[in-house]
């Protein structure tokens, strides 16, 4: 089975931010100094927003 994403982002306006979800996991890109870019479940700050382009 594939992991499947999702973007959270209004699809109107593409340079708008949001999150991107596997739908298997449940869990979001998540990119920080600290870890990296990785896997982390979803909360909705800073480190999970990303501009759609």
């Known amino acids: 089975m594939s992991d499947a994403v999702i973007v ?3 699809a109107a306006h ?3 931010t949001g999150a991107i ?9 998540d990119d920080s100094s600290a870890y990296g870019l990785r896997a982390f479940g979803c909360n ?3 480190y999970q927003q990303f501009i759609g382009q």
């Not at 979800?21 to 890109?29: A, D, F, P, S």
């Open 44 to 46: 909705g700050l800073n």
């Open 8 to 10: 959270h982002a209004d």
């Open 14 to 16: 593409p340079d708008s």
């Open 21 to 29: 979800k596997n739908l298997n996991t449940g869990r979001c890109i």
